[in-house]
């Protein structure tokens, strides 16, 4: 937010882009939980399991009819609540429970306690269901007790839904000329909640964490989707002045097309970053030009395994053939910190952002990686790919102009064109070094404005240093852009930065030949430089490194590019 200081602003994890100004609501809050409770007496079971099976087919009722009336995500993720309510295994639990001797209500939630730890336990995507799971308790603890379904406020105006975390149902039936934006405490960007809010696309930020709840209901709120930053205080006329103007903006978005290029047909290859086939097909929808980045670390967050190279090489056959005539650049795995993949991580390290993570982890296990290049080389090989569909594959955590030797000599001997990510600011100042050794680098913003600022980027405190506008950050970036005019080295952005449609215009003026954002991003970044000239982002980019800090570059730059 140019226009507020940042100890009104906090931040979470954008999901959808746009913007909203209006009150905060609270959800309706979950019942309480009830503990163990007196004994059931003996003959009093049957009944009790009877009225657990009635409280239980009634929510399923009700989430069925819900279904029935509402479209595609959403009508499959009512579905999918209604399956969970009705599922064996967990009718079976709370039937063991009552069974032996505890109520109704308490056998659910220590049923549901199961389940929960079983889901988390397995990590990745089956974590993320762990807020359906609590859904159901929550529902059919109130059926139980014959309360009101927890869940989304009777309102009569646009409101801005505030959560812990939001059920998929409740996501499902959102009306969205009534609740303008959504903004969660917990959830990551794959849960039920960012998926819904994408279909329905309502802005949308995503684990904001514990500061949330200092913003009571009632108060007025500007959320940015695209910053993921949930602003109190804002100056009202200024907030309505940008909720007009996005307005607009979104308007442009939807009718822009690629490839993307300034005003003055300066060409920026516009990408997209994805995770796994999934998202590789939903990229292709898009009008990326190909793939920027390739986080196969993703895909085996809940292997125990390292899988063979056959298998490594299905998983990333099934992103590469969704862009079958186009560049996709694959990253090695960056295992490690907020990424743990079990057969991969070191455990128990005091400090693992610093720790043993990325292209580190190789070091003492070289095969782990060469075996993972022979997949990436056979993927690429049985899908016939050539020149005209390149597949580049890049290092992440560089920091020394010996690792990107080593790196790119492992990828030479296979045929594959190498490549490093400068996320580590010594990459970025050894640059001259590193790049004589690489057909390309792309700038992690994300890690790269953490290890500049030395600033955790999972603390929601500290998001107004991890903030990609910050100068230092926009520095590194200059001199990096500065080298790959020197020596020839394509120089992409990949971080979060590159999803920010002004932000965007201000790498294009430092250089960067390439952007590669979410796919939810592509079409706001390339509306927006269809709008400017190159001589504009190159004004834009002086401005941002001439600025005190990240709100004054970002107000400089809205400056020169708003006019
Ligand atoms: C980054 O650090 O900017 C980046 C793109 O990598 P990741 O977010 O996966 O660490
Ligand atoms: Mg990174």
């Known amino acids: 937010m140019n226009d507020v200081t940042s100890d009104t602003v906090i931040k979470g994890t954008a999901v959808v882009p746009g913007i909203a100004f209006a009150d905060a609501v609270w959800i309706r809050p979950r019942p309480e939980l009830p503990s163990a409770g007196p004994v059931v007496a003996e003959d009093q079971r049957e009944e009790e399991h009877n009225r657990f099976l009635a409280a239980a087919d009634a929510v399923a009722a009700r989430l069925d009819e819900r279904s029935s009336k509402a479209e595609g995500a959403a009508k499959e993720v009512l579905s999918a609540t209604a399956g969970m309510v009705r599922d064996r295994g967990w009718r079976k639990a709370v039937k063991k429970n009552i069974t032996s001797g505890h109520p109704a209500?308490?056998?659910?939630?220590?049923?549901?306690?199961?389940?929960?730890?079983?889901?988390?336990?397995?990590?990745?995507?089956?974590?993320?269901?762990?807020?359906?799971?609590?859904?159901?308790?929550?529902?059919?603890?109130?059926?139980?007790?014959?309360?009101e379904e927890p869940g989304l406020p009777q309102v009569d105006g646009p409101v801005v839904l505030f959560a812990d975390d939001l059920s998929p149902a409740d996501t499902a039936?959102?009306?969205?000329?009534?609740?303008?934006?959504l903004v969660t405490e917990l959830g990551g960007p794959t849960s039920h909640t960012a998926i819904i809010a994408r279909q329905l696309n309502v802005p949308c930020i995503v684990a904001?964490?514990?500061?949330?709840?200092?913003?009571?209901?009632?108060?007025?709120?500007?959320?940015?989707?695209?910053?993921?930053t949930i602003t109190t205080g804002a100056d009202p006329a200024q907030a309505e002045a940008m909720v007009a103007e996005y307005k607009e903006f979104a308007e442009r978005v939807a009718q822009w097309r690629g490839p993307a290029q300034t005003k003055d047909g300066h060409r920026v290859q516009l990408l997209a970053n994805v995770q796994d086939g999934n998202a590789a097909r939903v990229a292709a929808a898009t009008q990326a030009e190909g793939i920027g980045l390739f986080r196969t670390e993703m895909c085996f967050l809940s292997a125990t395994t390292e899988p063979s190279v056959d298998e490594q090489a299905n998983v990333y056959k099934k992103v590469?053939?969704?862009?079958?005539?186009?560049?996709?650049?694959?990253?090695?795995?960056?295992?490690?910190?907020?990424?743990?993949?079990?057969?991969?991580?070191?455990?128990?390290?005091?400090?693992?952002?610093?720790?043993?993570?990325?292209l580190r982890v190789a070091r003492a296990n070289e095969p782990l990686l060469t075996r993972q290049l022979d997949a990436i080389a056979q993927a690429a090989q049985e899908l016939g790919r050539d020149d005209n569909a390149p597949t580049w594959v890049m290092a992440p955590m560089v920091a020394t102009t010996r690792e990107a030797r080593w790196f790119s000599e492992l990828c030479k001997e296979r045929?594959?064109?190498?490549?490093?990510?400068?996320?580590?600011?010594?990459?970025?100042?050894?640059?001259?070094?590193?790049?004589?050794?690489?057909?390309?680098?792309?700038?992690?913003?994300?890690?790269?404005?953490?290890?500049?600022?030395?600033?955790?980027?999972?603390?929601?405190?500290?998001?107004?240093?991890?903030?990609?506008?910050?100068?230092?950050?926009?520095?590194?970036?200059?001199?990096?852009?500065?080298?790959?005019?020197?020596?020839?080295?394509?120089?992409?952005?990949?971080g979060e930065a590159a999803a920010d449609p002004l932000l965007a215009c201000v790498l294009t003026g430092l250089g960067v030949n390439s952007l590669s954002a979410a796919s939810t991003?592509?079409?706001?970044?390339?509306?927006?430089?269809?709008?400017?000239?190159?001589?504009?982002?190159?004004?834009?980019?002086?401005?941002?490194?001439?600025?005190?800090?990240?709100?004054?570059?970002?107000?400089?730059?809205?400056?020169?590019?708003k006019g």
């Open 173 to 181: 039936a959102l009306d969205t000329s009534l609740f303008v934006a």
């Open 521 to 561: 991003a592509i079409a706001g970044v390339g509306a927006q430089l269809a709008d400017v000239t190159l001589e504009t982002c190159q004004k834009a980019a002086e401005a941002a490194l001439d600025a005190e800090g990240a709100i004054a570059a970002r107000e400089a730059v809205r400056a020169v590019i």
């Open 320 to 358: 590469l053939e969704r862009f079958p005539e186009s560049k996709v650049v694959v990253r090695s795995l960056d295992a490690g910190s907020d990424k743990p993949v079990a057969f991969a991580t070191m455990a128990d390290e005091m400090n693992p952002a610093l720790g043993v993570r990325g």
């Open 208 to 228: 904001v964490g514990e500061k949330l709840k200092n913003i009571s209901a009632g108060e007025k709120v500007l959320v940015d989707g695209s910053l993921g």
């Open 105 to 147: 209500d308490y056998a659910v939630v220590a049923a549901t306690t199961k389940f929960i730890s079983m889901f988390e336990a397995a990590g990745g995507v089956m974590a993320e269901r762990v807020t359906d799971l609590r859904d159901i308790r929550d529902r059919t603890i109130a059926e139980l007790r014959g309360e």
């Open 415 to 494: 045929g594959l064109t190498p490549g490093a990510m400068i996320e580590v600011p010594a990459a970025a100042l050894m640059a001259d070094k590193i790049m004589p050794y690489l057909e390309f680098v792309s700038i992690g913003t994300n890690d790269l404005t953490q290890y500049t600022m030395a600033a955790d980027r999972m603390s929601p405190q500290l998001a107004y240093l991890t903030d990609p506008w910050q100068p230092a950050v926009l520095r590194l970036i200059k001199h990096t852009c500065d080298e790959g005019k020197r020596f020839d080295t394509a120089v992409g952005v990949c």
